[in-house]
């Protein structure tokens, strides 16, 4: 199994998941893109710098944090940090891609579409991912996914760092 995956890696990664997306909605068609905080939303912005080099009109994007409503906040402790969500514009009727790092268990994309309904009612969500692995304990599938490891050992965690968030660009699969 391959542990590492250096900025030249995260690179293509984001450029295969971005030609995906691009394939399944034409320029020009309506779609938002939502960001799970805080990684999530990293990519979404990478996602919509280079569907914008495409050629995209601009693309309505939003950050969405689920603190509240993770299944699993009283174990956050007494006072999880809770950090603002931005969707400034309508999201009903129309196609929204939700967007995070790393999809695991499924929770943090349940806890996002259930955060979501108190926005409006999308015409459909899509899920893209920059890294899908194996350990899932609700039905959710991505979409798209950048890159998939399914050789995940359950006591690894898979670390995604944006230069934005963390000063590297890395994917790092390494014990919790």
Do not use: C, W
Not at 57 to 77: E, V
């Amino acid at each position: 199994m391959r542990t590492y995956y250096d900025q030249n890696d995260l690179k293509s990664v984001i450029e295969r998941l971005t030609d995906a997306i691009a394939a399944a909605f034409p320029p020009g068609k309506p779609l938002a893109i939502i960001g799970i905080r805080t990684r999530g939303d990293t990519l979404a912005n990478r996602i919509v710098a280079l569907l914008g080099k495409r050629g995209y009109p601009r693309i309505p994007q939003g950050t969405l944090d689920i603190t509240l409503y993770r299944d699993d906040l009283t174990s956050m402790g007494p006072k999880p940090m809770v950090r603002s969500t931005e969707i400034d514009f309508d999201i009903n009727g129309i196609p929204l891609l939700l967007v995070d790092d790393v999809l695991f268990t499924g929770r943090s994309v349940r806890s996002a579409m259930n955060a979501l309904v108190d926005f409006g009612r999308p015409s459909a969500i899509r899920l893209a991912v920059l890294v899908d692995r194996n350990g899932r304990e609700l039905p959710i599938a991505a979409d798209f996914a950048g890159l998939t490891l399914r050789d995940v050992p359950a006591d690894h965690r898979v670390n995604v760092r944006f230069v934005e968030d963390d000063n590297v660009d890395e994917i790092v699969v390494e014990p919790k």
